[in-house]
């Protein structure tokens, strides 16, 4: 009887002790993750502390009574505006709030004016009147949201423009009441959007614009590693093909860089960017990288698919040129990508880059035009993986350039500064052979 | 000075003629830009009018005083929730609506405890505590927004959370009054999340999931036109190349996916989507379509930047078979999108078409292996583009094959229905020759 009950209490305690370690092991998981995401981006940290230092400003000024006096209930639509304006970057802050803003105004006036409507109709139809403009106004409202250019900029006006309407049109408050009320809600959703506004501009700022400006930068990067990446594995058995997987993320960048570029929009100048700065060029050059990530994307499923074999002397020749290729397209974007991140224009390596891998497209079709003439090389068959994999770095390159002019239009337009060469010249080239291309940057006064 | 009067009245009503046909136009130009926007999708129009109708019902119901006498100030509420919650698809209404409901309750209890602690600490530590408890939660809170997996789905519900309990701790009111007002606005949310759900549920209800299931099924049925647009027009000098233009939509797709996915999630079972149909499937598929739209981007780069000439006969017999293989894919994916849109599971036609196309790549490895034994063919550099062309359509039919294999899967698991075959059996080859491969179909008893 005795060892029944000490084996039960083994049991339980053993059971308990398990639950215990599971518990302790699902915390530490989660506790993991929340760390991961806060290292990812420590500014997701600071933003949370943010919103919740702007809301404990806005609900103690609604809590020390003697201070609002003047606001009665309508206080809380402060704490309403700063939950639901406050966004992760300034332009998305500012935009909420401005919409809030000019919405609530325009739909209050509106909904006096609807309510003095209804007014005139009697009793009996006031509310017909007052139920068909709110009908009227929702319905039209709500469908202008498909508009995408409110979409874009006025989704969230829309919405509390409906909703403000359809407050005031049925509040049945006399106007001379509904005055004092708009009052209140305006000043309340000002000193909400105003505190909100003021913390995301004074602390630790988070720009949409200058998250653009480096997405695109940084995208840039990738495909760069991805081509370098390919040039120095190419042809290496057991190479490491991580390489492969770089540009993925680029392919699905669309909707970020969108949502960036409509928040920069609402922002402020803040460092090297001004108002009216061409945050649309930043998606024109998004999309050229955009498209240049789907041709690796076609080149890494050639490399994965295909087993290339390098015997003949011929496949090595075209070896070296898809090398050369892809290492200076590799390091054509990488200083692209570096004056977009240093705000300057475009140095003259790139054109150099961009050269060297012309020439090295050229010397490969000097090596297609010479191969009929070699007859006793390996049959079409097994020369095909490496073609294409020329053949579409040789597109990669058209792309590369595209990347390019489009990123010194943008400089351009945008009033990037001008890159601080080491040296700065003409390219010329002085000796070109079959196994490498040497070129003079010769200096200009 | 008559004359100069006539003159001064002319033009004064000549520039009201221009600024009323300015006008003129450019009210038309709206008017025909939203009947396009309408006719795109008429379910706009519905939607709008719907959530017009919810918004009159709930404004009328909360005007007419003695009907809602228990609800008083939190009659706006209702409204509130109305406007916030409406979404187009019914799993957008409902997943708001639940997120809206479980979140209040939930800060409302917490926000009750969190008046009790407070009131402990006196009336001097009371805001104290009361700020350090709304910091914490709300920093909290906001940080949980940035988990992918509560971002996904709890978004809404995160937000509602952190403003019922900033509002509820903030609010000052003895615990018995916060009781009242919390049963008040419970109930007021219930009105409006259940009216919102209802209207969305009754009238024309917009399912995300078949929305989901249509897109993919028409992202497919793109690629198809893509291909074989390319097979019926590859080589005609002066074609038009309008196909090369169709897949560029499936490229970016992902996000709309997700968000339709996520809907989907909280719709309950309607047609023959049941409750746990695996929508995550559909993203694989979706995943896999915009692989191949990466390739076909590619093909489409291939077209256009290089100019195909044919003139040899080995190009010619090349040419073919890339335009058999090209038809053969597309007819295949048509087979996969159609037995999508009919909810089947694909017919032995899909496979038919793809051992088409992988017959048509076998030929075309046979044309190569005896390109070294005619030697007067053209050079390497002319025949590389069909080179290229007919190796991404290589790999495309492995890709082809990926989506009908996804397909398949996503059929079996879903549960679609067996399809309704003019013949049903096996597939035969009777007589392959260089022109033509004949299959054959079995009829099993």
Known sequence: MEITSTTQEKTQSNFLKAMFENLKVKFMETAMKAKKIGEDDPRRILHSIKVGFALTLVSLFYYFRPLYDGFGQAGMWAILTVVVVFEFSVGGTISKSLNRGGATLLAGALGVGAEYLANLCGERGEPIVLGLLVFILAAVSTFTRFIPKVK????????????????????????????ELAQQRLSTILIGGATCILVSLCIYP??????????????????????????????????????????????????????????????PSHGRFKIN???????????????????IETLSGCITNSKIQVVSKFQM????????????????????????????????????????????????????????????????????????????????????????????????????????LLHRGIVKPVNINDDQLVLEIVEMK
Chains 1, 2 share one sequence.
């Open 206 to 267: 988070v720009w949409a614009g200058l998250d653009l400006h480096n997405l695109i930068a940084a995208n840039i990067l990738k495909l760069s590693a991805s081509l370098q990446g390919f040039g120095s594995e190419f042809g290496d058995v057991g190479s490491s093909t991580s390489y492969l997987q770089i540009h993925k993320s680029v392919l699905n960048s669309k909707t970020t860089e969108e949502s960036l570029a409509n928040f920069a929009w609402w922002e």
């Open 277 to 295: 700065h061409p945050w649309k060029l930043y998606l024109n050059v998004g999309g050229i990288v955009r498209q240049c990530a789907c041709q």
């Open 152 to 179: 874009r900029r006025y989704d969230y006006g829309v919405l509390i423009f409906i909703l403000t309407f359809s407050l005031v049109a049925v509040s049945g408050a006399r106007i001379n009441e509904i005055m």
């Open 317 to 420: 020749k075209i070896q070296r040129s898809c090398v050369k290729m892809s290492l200076e397209c590799g390091k054509a974007l990488k200083e692209v990508s570096t004056s977009i991140k240093n705000i300057s224009i475009p140095s003259s390596a790139v054109a150099v880059h961009l050269n060297n891998s012309k020439a090295a497209a050229d010397e490969l079709k000097n090596i297609m035009e010479n191969y009929s003439s070699s007859p006793n090389e390996a049959d079409l068959q097994q020369i095909m993986p490496i073609l294409v994999i020329a053949s579409i770095l040789i597109d990669i390159i058209k792309f590369v350039e595209k990347i390019a002019v489009s990123v010194s239009e943008l400089a351009e337009k945008a009033g990037f500064k001008q890159a601080q």
